[in-house]
């Protein structure tokens, strides 16, 4: 029998509306604390009444050295930030809509300047974007201490309500640099084999599952990077597997790493403009070598293609090798794709993100049938401008 896209749905036991859920999206909107914001809160308000069938949060940090140096990024480092995830968590039920929480740490894809710490990574070697920082290679210890603060946040989500935790385990941060034999140099028993880069995730959900029981604990990996020696689908595959046998609730499919500029969210065209004007590699650059380093990155720093569904074809893959949820990310935007991709090619679930920035209600447009396209029109100004501001649709416009 095949799903269908606007039924209710079990996603691990979390009753879904419907199989759309709002990927995590970093929100900038957390106070000085790092706690939740009623901005954020209202947010999540519209995200519910739009009718998402999830909502996963913007990631959430683990511990100091691994906070974004992206603007206000959400905490759950400490006990003290719980009744505040509480009055979030109870916002979203009030309209019957399950709410998930992502964290994670950054690794070496963070800067000192803004936590105020030395980055750390798997390996030390510098990160081609994040490069002004030289990352420490963890010692065993502070593996360890990882490992515990990833549990005791864990718990934390649990306390206030959320109805899962996601480990990010995508994008070139501290899990996903485990992963990847790119930033994964290790000669000990955290490295080298894929069965060691995989132990800091498996001692995560051993020690997690020891605390909360009963809980569902999803991930959002890469199934492929791109970068040399990095991650591939062969690999990815096994990856899922052992996640799981670890006890992983569900698998959110995605890609690629930071250094890579966009590649885990594409684009027609590089946002040069907004990059120059936010990023802080270039925005202090003085104005005359601006006006030269747009066209220039323009030129050298093509778009990866294909724009739409790129994660498609290695959710498939995975969905074929395991009995859990299979989620996919990227590029979807449009509601006969999302039939497609439920109904013939068998995924649980899709997620989407920009699609959900631009127009919090989607799901329920597309559900009424008066629309049947996302209005984004990829500029990615929300990603790069993220990096001193809150989010919100830029619709490709820098004012
Ligand atoms: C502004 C912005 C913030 C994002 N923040 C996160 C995040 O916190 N965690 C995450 O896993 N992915 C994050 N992503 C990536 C998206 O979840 C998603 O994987 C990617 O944008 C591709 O999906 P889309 O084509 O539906 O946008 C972010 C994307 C954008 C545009």
């Known amino acids: 029998m095949t799903n269908a896209v606007f039924e209710t749905a079990s996603l691990a036991g979390i009753q879904l509306k419907n199989r759309i859920i709002r990927s995590a999206t970093h929100e900038g909107m957390a106070d000085e604390k790092s706690f939740p914001t009623e901005k954020l809160k209202n947010l999540y308000i519209r995200l519910a009444k739009g009718e998402v069938g999830a909502i996963i949060t913007g990631y959430a940090g683990i511990q100091a050295d691994g906070k974004s140096s992206l603007f206000a ?11 505040a995830y509480q009055e979030i968590t109870n916002a979203v039920h009030n309209y019957g809509t399950a709410i998930i929480m992502q964290i994670a740490h950054c690794g070496r894809q963070t800067r000192s300047k803004s936590t105020g710490l030395q980055t750390v990574a798997p390996s030390a070697i510098r990160d081609a974007f994040y490069n002004e920082d030289k990352p420490k290679e963890l010692s065993e210890d502070e593996i360890r201490q990882i490992i515990d603060n990833f549990v005791s946040a864990i718990v934390r989500v649990k306390q206030a309500g959320f109805d899962g935790v996601q480990l990010h385990l995508a994008h070139g941060y501290l899990l996903s640099q485990f992963l990847s034999s790119h930033s994964n140099r290790r000669k000990d028993r955290w490295g080298g084999s894929t069965e060691n880069k995989y132990r800091i995730v498996d001692e995560i959900f051993k020690k997690a599952k020891k605390r909360v029981g009963v809980y569902p604990i999803l991930v959002k990996m890469n199934a492929y990077d791109g970068r040399r020696n990095g991650m591939r689908i062969e690999e990815s595959v096994q990856i899922a597997q052992m996640l799981e046998k670890s006890g992983c609730a569900a698998i959110e499919v995605s890609c690629g790493v930071i250094e890579d500029g966009l590649y885990s969210m594409r684009g027609e065209k590089l946002p040069a403009d907004a990059a120059m004007a936010y990023t802080f590699k270039y925005k202090n650059l003085p104005g005359p070598i601006k006006v030269i380093a747009i066209p220039v990155l323009k030129a050298f720093m093509k778009q990866p293609k294909p724009l739409v569904k790129y994660n498609l074809d290695a959710a498939i893959r995975i969905k074929a090798a395991v009995n859990i949820p299979v989620i996919v990310v990227g590029g979807i935007n449009n509601i006969d ?15 989407m993100s920009r699609p959900f920035i631009i127009e919090p209600g989607i799901v329920s447009k597309f559900k009424n049938g008066t629309q049947t396209h996302s209005k984004c029109i990829t500029c990615n100004y929300c990603a790069i401008i993220g990096e001193e501001k809150s989010l919100k649709c830029h619709y490709g416009k820098l004012k």
């Open 73 to 83: 990024m959400l905490m759950i480092d400490n006990d003290d930030c719980v009744p």
């Open 337 to 351: 794709d999302i039939n497609t991709i439920i109904q013939n090619h068998n995924l649980d679930f899709v997620s």
